[in-house]
């Protein structure tokens, strides 16, 4: 059965308060009655030493039997409650034939407190014993504990009364804030929390649940436009693939080479949406952190120089001039060389994409003193405007339809790009002015400064690579 936090919380409450009240009573009861003795105490003590005085007065002076009356006569001492033997066991008060403590009987005699000592006077012992009749503090002491007793189903009811309702009011902001909670739904994510401003746990609460429900509608309103996105990229070659079969089945005279150009063109859009999923399955599984790259010490510059010699022919054929060069002749990072060669290869093809016939594109590397590997990719291509540049890593994003319009793709290349580059360890910048072409920067950390933990921070990949 599970019991609300309330309910546990006055339970806790109500318990704690009825034990520390119980402690309090029981220690002012025993207070009480340490109290009365002491009080019982120090007027014994005044009261023998005004015997103790008495018989220093009289004692050599009169007989036993004047003592005796002196004695009785003496209302401060209470001689109903005094009793003097002589060293040899000789009742000297009360006289003979009177019962100590006033003729009370023994089972009275429980409710006297007696106090005695031995006492040389005049060169003479006495065994002196006064005391003091306890009925009444004992009266006041029983009539104390009924009273305890009879509140403590009162202080109990006040406790759990107190209790419900000091925890249903410091658990009311969580109420408040688990109703809200749960009326936030996919069709309105933008909905908050309100935070109390009591510089406590529940506003603490409050605005990390924010949070956490700001990161959710990011990561929804990504999602969903990613898959507009998706379909959108999706739908032109399907529809232009289906609308050139449709045309081939409808000819009636249609000829083999008909058949075959309308088979060349339905597999070179096959081949774009093949490529396309292919990026998007990718970048799923980077968002999903399922796709873990094998990091391991490598060389980078090799792979740099295969990418360079085997995209050299594309550079030709555009009359391009791509000259690669680094300064650096050999480097250690914690990569994986399949991915850095995808890295370098969406670099260079970007680059060649949206540089004019005759422009140049230059591959640098260098090692700098702060233990980093730099590579730049330079073009002389068409550039990238300003308010484009903070963008230009989204997914699905063109710069603009002059970067576009005669390009295929999807925009999915430097997502990916930045994706392989975070999942290094590393950071990727570009420079660019319209019409002056672009720098890439892509900075890696080397091996040594990588660390022994060659797991790639895929568990960022979401915030870092934007939907």
Not at 70 to 77: C, G, K, N
Request: proline fraction near 4%.
């Amino acid at each position: 059965m599970k019991v609300p936090i309330r309910i546990r919380l006055a339970a806790v409450y109500c318990g704690v308060f009825c034990v520390s009240t119980a402690l309090l009573e029981t220690g002012a009861w025993f207070g009480l009655q340490s109290a009365i003795n002491a009080v019982v105490d120090r007027d014994l003590k005044v009261r023998l030493a005004g015997v103790e005085e008495f018989l220093e007065e009289h004692v050599s002076r009169k007989s036993v039997s004047r003592l005796q009356t002196e004695l009785a006569s003496h209302a401060a001492l209470q001689p109903d409650y005094l009793v003097i033997d002589d060293a040899r066991g000789n009742r000297m008060f009360p006289p003979a034939g009177t019962a100590p403590f006033g003729g009370m009987k023994p089972a009275d005699r429980a409710a006297l407190r007696v106090l005695e000592a031995r006492r040389t006077v005049r060169g003479q012992t006495f065994s002196l014993k006064v005391a003091v009749d306890l009925s009444t503090p004992s009266e006041v002491l029983r009539r104390f504990r009924l009273l305890l007793i009879l509140s403590a189903p009162i202080v109990l009811l006040c406790a759990s009364a107190a209790g419900y309702w000091v925890s249903k009011s410091a658990l009311k902001p969580v109420s408040d804030l688990t109703r809200t909670a749960r009326s936030i739904t996919t069709a309105n994510l933008n909905r908050r929390l309100v935070a109390p401003r009591s510089g406590d746990e529940v506003q603490s609460l409050a605005e990390t649940l924010n949070d956490m429900l700001s990161r959710i509608e990011d990561g929804f309103r990504r999602m969903a436009q990613f898959t507009a996105n998706a379909s959108h990229e999706l739908r032109a070659p399907i529809a232009l693939m289906r609308t050139t079969s449709e045309v081939a089945l409808l000819r009636a005279n249609a000829t083999a080479e008909t058949y075959r150009e309308a088979l060349h063109r339905i597999l070179s859009e096959t081949e774009k949406s093949t490529d396309l999923l292919e990026d998007m399955l990718q970048l799923a599984r980077a968002d999903s952190a399922s796709r873990a790259l094998n990091l391991k010490p490598v060389d980078p510059i090799p792979g740099i120089e295969q990418v360079c010699e085997g995209i050299e022919p594309l550079a030709r054929e555009k009359e391009l001039d791509l000259r690669s060069d680094g300064a650096a002749a050999r480097v250690l990072v914690a990569g994986d060389a399949g991915y850095l060669r995808r890295l370098w290869l969406i670099l260079l093809d970007n680059a060649i994409k949206y540089t004019p016939a005759g422009g140049a594109i230059r591959f640098t590397w260098r090692l700098e003193r702060d233990n980093t590997f730099i590579c730049e990719v330079q073009d002389s291509g068409m550039g990238i405007a300003e308010e484009d540049i903070p963008h230009i890593f989204e997914r699905f994003y063109r710069a603009d339809k002059a970067r576009s319009r005669h390009h295929s793709g999807a925009g999915l290349g430097l997502a990916i790009a930045r994706w392989i580059v975070e999942a290094h360890h590393g950071s990727i910048h570009v420079e660019s002015v319209a019409a002056h072409g672009s720098v890439f920067r892509v900075i890696l950390p080397l091996a040594s400064q990588s660390g022994r933990d060659t797991r790639p921070a895929l568990e960022n990949s979401v915030d870092l690579v934007n939907l």
